[in-house]
């Protein structure tokens, strides 16, 4: 797919790209060949492809696997990814949010998903069974995935993706591989999960509130926003939850100094 077939099918079809729906159109075949090779794919790999565009990712990947799963949001760019891809029998295309939509099973994601997607749907890829993920995202959202703790990009995403995945960064890409160009710099990020997670969490439900809650509360002492977590969260008055507090690991730390796994101890320890 180059550029002039982009922009051709652009006005074939009077489609001007949605910046709110992230559309920045890959335009470089050659990246296409990487992803694959990245994701090993084979005969009979099922791949889910977020954000299909006009398809010529989808196609690609098609010859290589034994079905692709194309899934487009844009109502419109759908119609021209149906007309892209309706001479591969083993291409599935399906209009809607990849989050909402009811899919087939799949074991591997190759992908460009819009970057305004990349943190819902690494998380949301996290819960399937799935042997890999390559997807082309934003520079800066992958390097807080892989951030060292105490970092200022360490976060609460990256806690949760590297309890259950891990994650390389790849090949950087440059901005003119993408129509319009996006302002910001991208990479190829491979994920694997584990074959189980590297530490047990009692209630993944409360690690992942708990953890969000605590980043946004970085620098204060773990006692204290743990304290105003089971105010909001639990309902209990200001000396119950500073009861349970100053009894919890961990407590004259701050988050942004806590490995994931001590965020898993002191979610366990908050659940018991």
């Known amino acids: ?9 652009l006005r074939t079809f009077r489609i001007s790209p949605n910046k ?6 890959m335009v470089e075949p050659a990246i296409y060949a990487k992803l694959c090779e ?6 009979d790999d099922v791949v889910l492809d977020a954000g299909a565009g006009f398809g010529f990712l989808s196609r690609f990947i098609a010859e290589r696997c034994r079905e692709v799963i194309a899934v487009e949001k844009d109502p419109q760019v759908a119609e021209v990814l149906k007309q892209q891809t309706k001479d591969c029998s083993n291409v599935k295309v399906i209009v809607g949010d990849v989050l909402q939509a009811s899919l087939p099973p799949f074991n591997k994601a190759v992908s460009v998903p819009p970057y305004y997607l990349s943190s819902n749907l690494v998380e949301w890829l996290m819960q399937r069974e799935l042997k890999s993920a390559v997807l082309i995202v934003q520079k800066e959202f992958a390097e807080k995935l892989v951030a060292p ?10 806690v949760m993706v590297s309890r259950c995945m891990e994650t390389q960064l790849l ?4 901005k003119d591989a993408f129509y319009p160009e996006p302002k910001v710099d991208s990479i190829i990020i491979s994920l694997k999960p584990f074959e189980k997670p590297l530490f047990n969490v009692n209630r993944p439900l409360l690690f992942r509130q708990l953890t969000k809650w605590l980043f946004s509360q970085r620098n204060k002492k773990v006692s204290k926003a743990t304290t105003s ?22 407590k004259d730390k701050r988050p942004r100094e806590l490995t994931p796994q001590q965020f ?7 659940a018991d």
Do not use: C, H
Request: charge should be negative; glycine fraction near 10%; proline fraction near 3%.
């Open 229 to 250: 977590f089971l105010k909001a969260n639990r309902q209990l008055s200001k000396e119950e939850a500073e009861k349970v507090a100053v009894g919890l690991p961990f």
């Open 149 to 158: 703790v105490g970092s200022e990009e360490y976060g609460w995403l990256g």
């Open 264 to 270: 898993g101890e002191l979610a366990n320890a908050v």
């Open 20 to 25: 709110l729906l992230g559309q920045n159109f």
């Open 1 to 9: 797919m180059s550029l002039e077939e982009t922009k051709q099918l």
């Open 171 to 174: 090949d950087a890409i440059p």
């Open 38 to 43: 990245y994701a090993v794919l084979g005969s």
